[in-house]
């Protein structure tokens, strides 16, 4: 039985290893060494191929190496293929402190310092307690609610949207489109952790910023395409907003000309906020395969109608 890794690599060669070590009765292949294709049951990957169904007549799960699947055409691989998505306790380290360190930027005005360090100028802002700043999360999944508990250890004003009710001790949680305006007017920092699906594509737009709060500040931990970029722009010059931080972008790289990169408004990393660790990931995705191996069902396995 043989297991085809399809990702970055360089990272392959620590997935070998693992694999060597505490796996042996599995077969890891990189692609695109794919020897025989019977033999391949699993499949490790951040995209796959869209002639699945023929190139691999014996796959029996596809495990993203990514905790978001929106790289992934779901409606080109095999309906009865399930299909989960990595839960590396890594990633979420990562995010986590992605957005512990953009939110304490953006509530602690680290843009304009920066802009006055550029400036030579000394000049004091007036500080605003944590427990009065209003941080919103948008995706209360496995990063979302992590997220959430690093920032009440900080006392931040917590509040939280997805689209199912959830209860979460200490953070006012909104479910649905009925209840969003009612989210965005309570959030001074907004953070997307969304999945990328078709009900959320481009939905941080103009009409979106137009409801939150005044000189609010977003952070796009999600992907790229969930922000309209033309409209950020927008919203910044007219004050709406009063910042961003961005990992993600609807074009990565993103062009040499592209207006966010010398923006003062605007900070933005190349989609680093965190980065599937092979050392904690490796126990992920081979518990999920011993647990399909006994029958049981994929941990973090996705629903292929919502797209997440
Ligand atoms: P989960 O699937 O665990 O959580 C998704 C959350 O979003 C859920 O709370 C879900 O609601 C909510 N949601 C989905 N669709 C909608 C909708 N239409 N309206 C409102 N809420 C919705 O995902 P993760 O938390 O693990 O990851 C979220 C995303 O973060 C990933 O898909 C990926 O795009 C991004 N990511 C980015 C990384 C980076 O390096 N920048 C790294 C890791 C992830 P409900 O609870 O009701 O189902």
């Given at each position: 039985?043989?297991?085809?890794?399809?990702?970055?690599?360089q990272?392959?060669?620590?997935?070998?290893?693992?694999?060597a070590?505490?796996?042996?009765?599995?077969?890891?292949?990189?692609?695109?060494?794919?020897?025989?294709?019977?033999?391949?049951?699993?499949?490790?990957?951040?995209?796959?191929?869209?002639?699945?169904?023929?190139?691999?007549?014996?796959?029996?799960?596809?495990l993203?190496?990514?905790?978001?699947?929106?790289?992934?055409?779901?409606?080109?691989?095999p309906?009865?293929?399930?299909?989960?998505?990595?839960?590396?306790p890594?990633?979420?380290?990562?995010m986590?402190?992605?957005?512990?360190?953009a939110?304490?930027?953006?509530?602690?005005?680290?843009?304009?310092?920066?802009?006055?360090?550029?400036?030579?100028?000394?000049?004091?802002?007036?500080?605003?307690?944590?427990s009065?700043?209003?941080v919103?999360?948008?995706?209360?999944?496995?990063?979302?609610?992590?997220i959430?508990?690093?920032?009440?250890?900080?006392?931040?004003?917590?509040?939280?949207?997805?689209?199912?009710?959830?209860?979460?001790?200490?953070?006012?949680?909104?479910?649905?489109?009925?209840?969003?305006?009612?989210?965005?007017?309570?959030?001074?920092?907004?953070?997307?952790?969304?999945?990328l699906?078709?009900?959320?594509?481009?939905?941080?737009?103009?009409?979106?910023?137009?409801q939150?709060?005044?000189?609010?500040?977003?952070?796009?931990m999600?992907?790229?395409?969930?922000?309209?970029?033309?409209?950020?722009?927008?919203?910044?010059?007219?004050?709406?907003?009063?910042g961003?931080?961005?990992?993600?972008?609807?074009v990565?790289?993103?062009?040499?000309?592209?207006?966010?990169?010398?923006h003062?408004?605007?900070?933005?990393?190349?989609?680093?906020?965190?980065?599937?660790?092979?050392?904690?990931a490796?126990?992920?995705?081979?518990?999920?395969?011993?647990?399909?191996?006994?029958?049981?069902?994929?941990?973090?396995?996705?629903?292929?109608?919502?797209?997440?």
């Amino acid at each position: 039985m043989a297991l085809l890794y399809k990702a970055d690599p360089q990272r392959g060669e620590r997935w070998r290893q693992l694999f060597a070590a505490h796996a042996p009765d599995i077969e890891f292949r990189q692609w695109p060494d794919i020897g025989n294709p019977a033999e391949i049951e699993y499949l490790a990957a951040w995209q796959a191929p869209d002639d699945l169904a023929t190139l691999l007549p014996n796959l029996k799960a596809l495990l993203a190496i990514s905790a978001g699947v929106d790289q992934l055409n779901l409606s080109a691989l095999p309906p009865h293929l399930p299909v989960a998505r990595m839960l590396d306790p890594g990633i979420t380290q990562g995010m986590c402190e992605y957005a512990t360190w953009a939110v304490l930027s953006l509530h602690r005005d680290m843009l304009r310092y920066r802009a006055q360090q550029q400036a030579g100028a000394w000049e004091a802002r007036a500080l605003v307690p944590a427990s009065q700043r209003r941080v919103g999360v948008m995706g209360m999944g496995q990063q979302g609610k992590a997220i959430v508990k690093c920032l009440q250890g900080l006392g931040f004003a917590l509040s939280g949207w997805a689209r199912s009710a959830h209860q979460l001790t200490g953070v006012e949680c909104f479910a649905g489109p009925a209840q969003l305006p009612a989210f965005l007017g309570q959030c001074d920092i907004l953070i997307c952790l969304l999945p990328l699906t078709e009900q959320t594509r481009g939905i941080l737009d103009l009409s979106l910023f137009e409801q939150l709060p005044r000189g609010a500040a977003l952070i796009n931990m999600g992907r790229g395409a969930h922000l309209n970029e033309a409209d950020l722009l927008t919203a910044l010059a007219s004050g709406q907003l009063s910042g961003a931080v961005l990992d993600v972008l609807g074009v990565e790289p993103a062009p040499a000309d592209h207006p966010f990169w010398q923006h003062p408004g605007i900070m933005l990393t190349p989609h680093i906020a965190a980065m599937t660790q092979p050392d904690s990931a490796f126990a992920v995705l081979l518990d999920n395969i011993r647990r399909h191996q006994r029958g049981e069902p994929l941990n973090g396995q996705i629903d292929r109608a919502d797209g997440y």
